[in-house]
């Protein structure tokens, strides 16, 4: 079967390997039909993401049908559609004995630690996989992962019905998480640096918007806020200033949201933090969170369709990448499919 191997940053190659087989523990064997590529699988194609590890099958956003089935199987049938969870833990560490699997000590993300959905078949445990909804397409449920991520984010914050939020980046993380977050609360501001990003956030909900280029996020967020300021702000750009900015935005007792992934240093000043009794939460990967994004899509609360932008076929992989470096303005997301 077909694979995307990437070998070191920027080098990714078509290789033919063995079909994997399923065993007690992968006891569904899945045969891919679409996986997307995540800014963080471009980050490890870039060499810029600190978690991963090289060579790596990778691909984290992995949809298929299920193929075959192991003796004990008991919940999945040959033919099921099913988006497969990326998360694997011990279930014996501290984070595991509290539920916190997404932060096991010993955490091996598919496609990252461990090889991906970046090939033809994967065997995985039956509990790993999550049935569509009839209503999505294949291509489309790809975003159910990215919605996992955007819950968990939303959960971690606390996020609750009077809250006054500011998301913080309007990209394919800042989006998703306002998709999310307004089934929660109805005062979302949403701040970038492009216009049309911004433009976009206010038809799928933002109640204002703010470009971080022209105005004021801290004045803009008091104002819009009756001067308190945000009760909790997520970070979704995570460049360099964005969590100093967001101390300065978040009103006192409130909560700031982190999930850049970045290991550079970068300024924060603890008067902030302690003057305004604030919490800095952070917030990785998802926690069984499949479910959740599913029940949402039954419904009617969340419209995946349309969010994906391109596909290519999987042996067109290298041209994916380059494309996705072209940062052409159509670019929303971009998904990889089986059919070749
Ligand atoms: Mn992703």
Redesign the pocket.
Known sequence: MKALKIYEPYKLEIIDIEKPSIDEKNNVLVKMTAT?I????VGIYHGTNAAATYPRIIG??MVGVVDEVGENVTKLKVGDRVIVN?VTSCGNCYPCSINRGNVCDDLKVRGVHIDGGYREYIAVPENDCYILPSSISDVDAVMI??TT?AIQACTRGRLVEDDMLLIYGAGALGSTILKVAKQFCKNIIVADILDEKLEEAKKNGAKHTINVLKEDLVEKVKEYTNGHGSTISIDSACVKDSLMLLLKATGNAGRVVTMGFSTSATEVNQFLITSKELDIIGSRLQNKMFSKAIEMINEGKLDLNGSVSHTFPLVKGQEAFDFIDSKDPSIRKVVLTFDF
């Open positions: 997307g995540c800014g963080s699988d984290h956003e990326q992962e990215p991520i």
